[in-house]
């Protein structure tokens, strides 16, 4: 068998491999988070149809925009999971859809762990979520709702 790989071939390849491991590199204390992540996924999993939380993606993004250091996106976030309440909730567009999430009250210890994975890990962008909510929008008679999902997917899913 012929295995000839041109230099640029194995550049590239290098690059690859460089960026997959960094996109998965997270801390100790997220690895030991994304362990426990199961207990939010039963409901933030993007997937879900109807959902019943929203996507990762998008309360990661909230809070990066919303905090000014990790140590504080650490802390509003524990906060919120252990005790949500409308002053505190920052996803209006969640709240609006699905209601206030019910509280989690794990130990502070636990949720830093899962919490500092929330903010280390690279989700990739729900477009299953999109998806559907484009369609549930439609069948709804919700236009803003489907056109603004609808923006989401042409942005980030193609
Ligand atoms: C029973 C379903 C359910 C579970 C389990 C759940 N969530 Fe949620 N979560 C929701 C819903 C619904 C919302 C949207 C409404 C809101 O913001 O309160 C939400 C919103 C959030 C938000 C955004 C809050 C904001 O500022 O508006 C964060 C952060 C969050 N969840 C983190 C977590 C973490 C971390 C876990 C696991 C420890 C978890 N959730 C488990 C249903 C759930």
Redesign the pocket.
Known sequence: MKYNMSKAQVFLAVCAAFFSFNANALSPEALEGKA??P??D???NQAQDPA???P?WG?QR??RKNTGSDAEFIE??VS??KA?TME?????Q??GQ?????P?P?PDEI?NK??TY?MEEQFPPPCDHWKMAVRRAEEKGDPEHARKDKRQLDRFCN
Do not use: Q
């Open positions: 426990l992540f207990a939010c039963v409901c933030h019943l939380g929203p990762m309360v909230r809070y509003r976030m919120f999971v949500p505190k909730a920052i996803h209006d969640a709240l699905l209601g206030l999430m019910p989690m794990l949720l899962i919490v929330v």
